[in-house]
Every structure is written in C-alpha cells, then in structure tokens.
C-alpha cells in the first residue's frame, strides 16, 4: 500500500515511490524483510529530502515482519507401567534365551535390571541359572546387581559359585560380589562348590578370599562336605587337598561331633585320609 503521506510530494517523487512499493513481494520472508528495510529507508530519505516534518514520517505505515519462533522437540514421554512391563519382560526373556544383543537393546530402551520374573529372579539371575554366558556378561556390565537373590535365597554369585560357572562367576567376583553371602542352607559359594566336585570353582573362590571354615546350618563345612556328599574319586582327593592348603581346619567337628578324617575313614576314602594326615 502506497503511504498516504507520499500524496504531498511533487508529482516525479510520487512516481517513484509509487514504483517502489507496487513490486510483488514473492520472495522468501528473509529477502522480504530486508527488501522492506530498504524500501523504509528510501521512504523516509525521501520525506527528509521534501522537508517534511517529524510528525509526517511517523504517518508512514511500514510493513510488519513476524519472525517465527524456534521449534523445540517435545520432551520425551514417560512409559507406562504396561510398556514397562513389557520391556522388562523382553529383557528376562533374553537374558533367558542367551540373547545378548537382545540384552543389551532391552537395557538401552531402558529396561529396570533389577526387575523380578519367575521365582523373583533378575534377569542375571536367569541367565546365570542357564550359564548364559554372554547374557549374564552383558548384564553385568550394565550395573546388575551381582548380590540380589531370588526367592530361593540364590545370587548371581552364589548359584555361579554353586554350578561350577566360573566365567559368570569371576564376573561376578569382579563386580562387588559379597564373600559372606550365603544361600538357603547357610553356608558360602565355595561350601556346594566343594561338594559338587568344581575343583577350579573351589581354586577362584579361595583365591578371591572366602573362608574355607564357615560352618552352615547343617554344621559342616567345605571339607565335610566334600567328604560326607563327594565320592571320594580323584576330583575330591584334589579338592581336600586345595582346601586344606587354602587353610580348612581339619580339626573342626561336625554337628555329631565327628572330625573330617573320621569321616573320611568310615567311608573308606583312604587317599583323603592321606591328605588329612599330611595338614
């Protein structure tokens, strides 16, 4: 719109403006922001270069620019306890399953790791229950609690311990495991480790530091109970004998006041004896 103002100048000055302000404005805003600047300036040079007084170039309607705010990304929405559940279960299942990569996506999406499944196991619990290996692994990197037990009073750390998975269990050990746990029956990792006959598990936990005397609910420990529950093959000669070394008491009773030797001489179980003889 030509200003009104522009009426009063002389007829070739009115000509030109009026040229300059009938141009199409089918620019982008930017050029037309700028364009109009231009066109401010030479409007009121103009006005100057007449004489005309202040309150004459305030009569002068400029075109308005509106700059467009910044668009902001939208804040990201909390998850439901549905969706929650969901991927919490995602990532037991794959713990489960021995699907590390699964794991880990699960873990970055934000899955609770400390969430409980079936028998209120974590999901590293699960994977160690199934000696996932690399699922466990994984968990463990991610922060897992190594010490959380299930409703049957197992840890990571502890049923490792128990079943001889000793790549978890280093893990395990390498990540706060606590040496004074115990399971269920109230003994240490190394107590079933020695009864089960995991010689290497019974060497890691030694050497990480757990007591070969702790007595547990049926009021044996390590070496009575590689001696009353093993067989008294070659595994559980070396298996004595790495626990005497580790510093076992062989002179601790049992519950019926029964020494390990004795023990080991009812069963018939002489090359024990023999190693008994020697601590």
């Known amino acids: 719109r030509i200003p009104r103002a522009s009426t009063g100048f002389p007829p070739a000055q009115r000509t030109r403006i009026r040229r300059w302000y009938t141009i199409p404005m089918t620019f982008p805003v930017s050029s037309r922001a700028r364009?109009?600047?231009?066109?401010?300036?030479?409007?009121?040079?103009?006005?100057?270069?007449?004489?005309?007084?202040?309150?004459?170039?305030?009569?002068?309607a400029l075109p308005t620019v509106t700059a467009?705010?910044?668009?902001?990304?939208?804040?990201?929405?909390?998850?439901?306890?549905?969706?929650?559940?969901?991927?919490?279960?995602?990532?037991?299942?794959?713990?489960?399953?021995?699907?590390?990569?699964?794991?880990?996506?699960?873990?970055?999406?934000?899955?609770?790791?400390?969430?409980?499944?079936?028998?209120?196991?974590?999901?590293?619990?699960?994977?160690?229950?199934?000696?996932?290996?690399?699922?466990?692994?994984?968990?463990?990197d991610a922060g897992a609690d190594v010490n959380a037990k299930d409703d049957i009073v197992d840890s990571a750390y502890l049923y490792a311990g128990a079943r001889g998975h000793d790549e978890i269990l280093k893990a395990t050990l390498a990540h706060g495991a606590d040496l004074r746990s115990t399971n269920r029956y109230g003994g240490t990792a190394l107590i079933p480790a020695s009864e089960r006959g995991h010689l290497s598990t019974v060497k890691i936990l030694l050497a990480a530091g757990v007591d070969p005397n702790h007595v547990n609910n049926l009021n044996w420990t390590a070496l009575h109970e590689a001696i009353v529950l093993g067989d008294g093959s070659q595994t559980y000669v070396d298996i004595v004998r790495t626990l005497i070394a580790g510093g076992a008491d062989v002179a601790i009773r049992d519950g019926d006041g029964v020494l390990p030797r004795e023990l080991a001489v009812a069963r018939g179980y002489r090359d024990i004896v023999a190693a008994i003889d020697k601590a």
Request: hydrophobic share 50%; with cysteine; proline share 4%.
């Open 68 to 140: 467009t705010p910044p668009q902001t990304a939208p804040a990201p929405s909390q998850r439901t306890e549905a969706e929650m559940t969901a991927l919490n279960s995602r990532l037991f299942d794959a713990a489960s399953a021995g699907d590390a990569d699964a794991v880990r996506t699960a873990i970055a999406e934000g899955a609770d790791l400390e969430a409980r499944g079936a028998g209120g196991m974590t999901a590293l619990i699960a994977a160690t229950k199934g000696n996932r290996i690399d699922a466990a692994l994984a968990l463990i």
């Open 35 to 60: 364009t109009v600047g231009v066109l401010a300036g030479l409007g009121v040079a103009a006005l100057l270069m007449s004489g005309c007084t202040a309150s004459t170039i305030e009569a002068v």
